[in-house]
């Protein structure tokens, strides 16, 4: 186990060792507390901000080695730019800035959770802790030969100070349980596809027994009885077996419909017979990402012991050609009886997710549904890595996603669906084809997808292949799977589907 965090709460005292991390404005104002622990440091600071031209501007940072009246190794300011205009997810970004700036080596850190006009509240200081946790995660398993000045520490206890510690721990409860869910998420996208295929996806999702899911795996023969032959289609050509995987949790009233949650789950993606170019195809490593963000959403809510019925249903298949493979032309009749022409065997996601979003609705009779899926290059082409495009047949789905976005930085932007773009994934042969071309065809894959949906249930698709990976870095995230989507989900089912308060 590499790097273990023990994070915790105390009150604030300056403390004999390791990393002090405190805030201050774009004024270089601290508050009383921080002011109290700096003591005649401040004056050092400000010397020290002028030569460096530091000025407190939101997320910069300056550093002081073995501050003279400070038993500290080293001190480190972190801006806020103005405060007041803070939210929620700018603290978690705080929280993963601080965290960014402790040296590789450093085994203890304080942070004082406080702004020039006091201290955080309690779940503004659990947000920032948030932050941390998301900060320390790193996927370097596979790393053999670091050096010793390379090499995290075996464990790194990170201290966050706050007002009242018993309230910053409370509600740190729920975000310490979505945090391990994202990184979950960020585990599996991060593994390669030589170690997790759709068997080991399974059987690592198995584990969510341990948090009071109830877990089932459909097998193939299971699959091929239930009719899922899109989804099966799909995985016939690799040499591993493609698995369903349904997680429920009952936090819920009994016989409540749950919210159910969908993911595309393609542990690697050659394109099949219709190959992908060589460049950067070892990214398909990372086409599960939707099947992870939900298998990471169903640890956060059993976790969190959320007051909601929630399913995570995950279509679990690998791409490849192969003599058993799938062809272009070939039909198939999927789950829902409607048939399938396969024009490209690239564009599997849509029928992975055809049976799995057909089962789930059938089976769950669901409150509503959210399918995430790595779905489409065109999704990049329009939107970038900054946001996910949202596609519902429901308004006000579609607008609780879009704010439960803006809370948690995990961003969504409403796409079109119409009849017009409908039309263009009709078959000669079939009753669908699975391709509508180059135009749109980010936009023609969500309406691919609408045709398993029934007009009923409340149903959005979001497009993750521009988020749920990124090699760029960020303030919560050095890695390069996201876990994304785990925080936005999480949040919209804590603002709307709850029973009482979380
Ligand atoms: N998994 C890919 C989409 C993708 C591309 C995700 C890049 C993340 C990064 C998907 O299965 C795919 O191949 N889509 C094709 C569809 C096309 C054949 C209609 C695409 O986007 O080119
Ligand atoms: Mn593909
Ligand atoms: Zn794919």
Known sequence: MPDPLKLGFGPF???????????????????????????????????????????????????????????????????????????????????????????????EATIFAELPGGAMRPDRAADLAQGVALRAYAFDRYKTKRKDDDKPPASRKVTVAVADAAAARSAYARRGAVADGVLMARDLVNEPANVLYPEEFAWRAS?????????????????????????????????????????????GRKGDAPVCFIGKGVCFDTGGISIKPA?????????????????GLMHALAARKARVNAVGVIGLVENMPDGKAQRPGDIVKSMSGQTIEIINTDAE??????????????????????????????????????????????????????????????????????KEYDK??????????????????????????????DDKTPWAHLDIAGTGFDSRQNEINKSWGSGWGVRLLDQLVADHYEGRGR
């Open 349 to 418: 996601g849509r029928l992975v997710l055809a049976d799995a979003i057909w089962y789930c609705q059938d089976r769950f009779k669901p409150k509503f549904m959210v399918d995430l899926a790595t779905l489409t290059g065109a999704i990049i082409i329009a939107l970038g890595n900054d946001y996910a495009g949202c596609y519902a047949n429901n308004d006000q789905l579609a607008e609780r996603l879009t704010k439960a976005g803006e809370e948690t930085g995990e961003l969504v932007w409403r796409m079109p669906l119409s």
């Open 424 to 453: 263009l994934i009709d078959s000669k042969f079939a009753d669908m084809k699975n391709t509508g071309g180059r135009m749109g065809g980010a936009i023609t894959a969500a309406q691919f997808i609408k045709r398993f949906v």
């Open 207 to 251: 584990a969510l027994r341990k948090v009071g899911c109830q877990v089932e795996i459909l097998d193939v023969p299971k699959m091929r009885k239930l009719g899922m032959n899109a989804l099966l289609g799909v995985g016939q050509g690799s040499a591993h077996d493609s698995r369903v995987v349904v997680m429920r949790w009952n936090g």
């Open 13 to 107: 005292a300056a403390p004999g060792r390791g990393v002090l991390v405190v805030f201050c404005d774009d004024g270089l104002k601290f508050g009383q507390a921080t002011s109290r622990a700096l003591g005649s440091v401040s004056d050092l600071v400000a010397r020290a901000a002028k030569a460096e031209r530091f000025t407190g501007k939101s997320g910069s940072a300056l550093e002081l080695a073995v501050p003279e009246g400070l038993k500290v190794a080293r001190l480190v300011v972190i801006g806020t730019g103005k405060p007041a205009e803070l939210k929620a997810n700018d603290f978690v970004k705080l929280g993963g800035a601080a965290m960014g700036k402790l040296p590789a080596s450093a085994t």
């Open 279 to 295: 460049a950067n195809m070892e990214d398909m490593k990372g086409d599960m990402a939707g099947a992870a963000c939900v298998t």
